[in-house]
């Protein structure tokens, strides 16, 4: 409790003793059962001091940042309650664009990008990426966002997830749209052996599960994407290409 905090800090104090924190970085790695049986047969090493320095499994091996000109132990509870991980820029950025994708904050991806923040990169132990996190939300303007800025439209999760899968799993029939559009694999399996379908079919997402059937045949395909808006886009910028090289053509010499 605070107040024998406080009675700790004042009988401390009338010793001599006073509050420290750490300012410093270190080099860390958690040693499990077999890193030690390789790295330290004999359970133990000589620290730089002399002094022999005992090291046991979840232990934490570590060198100061950036001289790492020593190696010493601390036990694994004590190196949590000291250090916290430095994150680097890049999974900065990574776990804000993940974050905006989940609030449906166009801008804010925008941004990020533009930052450099990696649209494929995954985030936790999943492994999703942002294009998961969007078509799990259902929000297929994101959605589209991501895939126009480069997001793998088949990547897949730890578990062998596709965005696809994922819209199926949510029920999302506008993110499934505008996935099938692009040309997603309908076919493809996570680890289980389930498809897009499948899934739709077993959280009783009846109309994804009847657009993933209509989109298995080159027909219903072509339906589905002339009815999102990226064929739209598609069409123009074609249209103004076949423009722009006949226009070349003209000009040209002879």
């Not at 749209?177 to 077993?202: C, F, H, P, S, Y």
Request: net charge negative; proline share 4%; charged share 25%.
């Amino acid at each position: 409790t605070k107040v024998s905090d406080a009675a700790d800090d004042e009988g401390l104090a009338r010793e001599g003793f006073r509050r420290y924190k750490a300012i410093g970085q270190v080099y860390a790695i958690q040693v499990g059962a077999a890193a030690v049986q390789e790295s330290f047969p004999a359970g133990c090493f000589m620290a730089r001091w002399g002094a022999e320095m005992a090291v046991e499994a979840g232990d934490w091996v570590v060198m100061p940042a950036p001289a790492a000109d020593e190696v010493y132990r601390i036990e694994a509870k004590a190196f949590l309650k000291t250090y916290n991980a430095v994150e680097s820029e890049a999974t900065k950025l990574a776990r804000e664009l993940h974050t905006a994708v989940r609030k449906h904050d166009a801008e804010g991806c925008r941004q990020l990008l533009a930052a450099n923040a990696d649209v494929n990169a995954p985030l936790g132990a999943d492994g999703r990426q942002p294009a998961h996190v969007a078509a799990r939300c259902g929000d297929a303007p994101l959605l589209q966002l991501l895939l126009d800025e480069g997001a793998r439209l088949d990547a897949t999760s730890a578990t062998g997830y596709t965005p696809l899968m994922e819209a199926a799993r949510c029920g999302s029939r506008a993110a499934a749209e505008t996935l099938v559009a692009a040309g997603a694999q309908i076919e493809r399996q996570n680890m289980l052996g389930k498809t897009a379908a499948r899934l739709a079919d077993d959280y009783a997402h009846k109309d994804v599960a009847a657009l993933l059937a209509s989109a298995a045949s080159a027909d219903g395909l072509e339906l589905i994407k002339r009815a999102t808006p990226g064929h739209a886009r598609a069409v123009v910028q074609a249209q103004w290409d076949k423009r722009l090289v006949e226009a070349i053509q003209v000009r040209a010499p002879n």
